[in-house]
């Protein structure tokens, strides 16, 4: 948690997003005013319905 003050809000501004490297060995990185996020994984989709 970067800010436990917004921690109940709805929605987060996205700092920075970092996709994993070397074939997915470095995890993904999605940083937020709010979180981090780590994934490790062989295979990720994000989908967002606008």
Same mark, same amino acid.
């Given at each position: 948690?970067?800010?436990?003050?917004e921690v109940h809000?709805?929605? %987060?501004?996205? !700092?920075?997003?970092s996709i994993?490297?070397? +074939?997915?060995?470095? %995890?993904?990185? !999605?940083?937020?005013?709010?979180?981090?996020? +780590?994934?490790?994984?062989?295979?990720?989709?994000?989908?967002?319905?606008?």
């Amino acid at each position: 948690m970067h800010d436990s003050e917004e921690v109940h809000e709805s929605e %987060a501004d996205l !700092i920075g997003f970092s996709i994993g490297a070397e +074939s997915h060995k470095k %995890a993904t990185v !999605i940083t937020t005013d709010i979180f981090e996020l +780590s994934i490790i994984y062989g295979s990720f989709v994000l989908q967002k319905n606008w």
